[in-house]
């Protein structure tokens, strides 16, 4: 009984739970030259190896960028947005993007089996939603991005990422400047009852 017990009590109450879930929202302006300090993030990293991952791949990588490899990024995502779209937009996203205090990147080892590949992603996902809420409860503000750059090679070049890896996420966090102002649509519309 004492130990039934021990496996279904939950530290944590759902309306904290609910309040950390729904409060979680990405937010895309941070408060420039604020880093959020470093053992918290560790502490993130930690918790989001907690994540389901089938037969306990552990496909994820994480990468913390400091100001040096930062710089880098920047610059390869300034050459090729100059190449796609022109210097005006390169020079208007340096400048978004220099501000941004917090980088994180969240590579996924690529297994060669296509459903495990599969499940390994999904598991990344799971730990990247792990690290966004623990900062949240911490008050720091993350942002999930894919955008064409994580997929350019120089970049996993800059990150010295392992052979056989790609990135699942850039996570950009901070102190948030702005709120949050993602909805959601009614839950109704997406539950569907079976008999
Ligand atoms: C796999 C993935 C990739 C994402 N990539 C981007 C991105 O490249 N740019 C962006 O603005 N947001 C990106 N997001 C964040 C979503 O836009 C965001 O989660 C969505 O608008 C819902 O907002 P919320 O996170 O506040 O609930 C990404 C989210 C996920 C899960």
């Known amino acids: 009984m004492a130990d039934r017990a021990r496996l279904t009590a939950s530290p944590v109450a759902p309306a904290d739970a609910d309040a950390l879930i ?5 937010v895309d302006q941070f408060r420039p030259g604020e880093l959020p300090d470093s053992a918290r993030i560790h502490e993130a990293i930690d918790l989001a190896r907690w994540a389901p991952n089938h037969h ?11 100001d040096r490899t930062k710089a880098e ?3 390869l995502n300034t050459r090729l947005l100059t190449e ?4 005006e937009v390169a020079d208007s996203k340096r400048q978004r993007w220099s501000a941004i205090p917090g980088w994180l990147a969240v590579n996924c080892v690529a297994h060669e089996d296509p459903i495990t590949a599969r499940e390994d992603y999904a598991a990344c996902a ?8 623990y900062l949240h409860s ?7 991005t894919s955008g064409a750059i994580t997929r350019a090679p120089e970049f996993l070049r800059i990150l010295s990422a392992q052979p056989g ?3 699942a996420g850039l996570i950009w966090y901070g102190y948030a400047k702005r709120g949050p102002r993602s909805q959601r649509r009614p839950v109704s519309e ?3 009852y079976l008999d």
């Open 126 to 133: 799971c730990a990247i939603q792990n690290l966004m809420l």
């Open 165 to 167: 890896e790609y990135c």
């Open 84 to 87: 796609s779209r022109g210097a």
């Open 138 to 144: 911490a008050g720091i503000a993350t942002k999930w």
């Open 22 to 26: 729904r409060g979680r929202r990405t």
């Open 190 to 192: 997406v539950i569907h």
């Open 73 to 75: 990024i920047i610059e």
């Open 56 to 66: 306990v791949t552990e496909p994820w990588r994480f990468y913390l960028i400091g």
